[in-house]
């Protein structure tokens, strides 16, 4: 994983932990969840439009 070692990445897990506290790092991969569901919904969404999109254009 971009060539990080198992001692770097707990190094930078520790930071993160210092800098949030334990109660905000819950909040934080919340929404980043919720942002990563939407940004699916929106790819689907995208899909859909463009397959419609060349069906219409396909069966002209």
């Given at each position: 994983m971009?060539?990080l070692?198992?001692q770097?990445?707990?190094?930078?897990?520790?930071?993160?932990?210092?800098?949030?506290?334990g109660?905000?790092?819950?909040?934080?991969?919340?929404?980043?969840?919720k942002?990563?569901?939407?940004?699916?919904?929106?790819?689907k969404?995208e899909?859909k439009?463009?397959?419609?999109?060349?069906?219409?254009?396909?069966?002209?």
């Amino acid at each position: 994983m971009f060539g990080l070692g198992m001692q770097e990445i707990l190094v930078i897990a520790l930071i993160i932990l210092l800098l949030f506290g334990g109660k905000k790092i819950p909040e934080l991969m919340k929404g980043l969840g919720k942002g990563v569901k939407s940004f699916k919904e929106g790819m689907k969404e995208e899909v859909k439009e463009e397959v419609k999109s060349e069906e219409v254009k396909g069966g002209e």
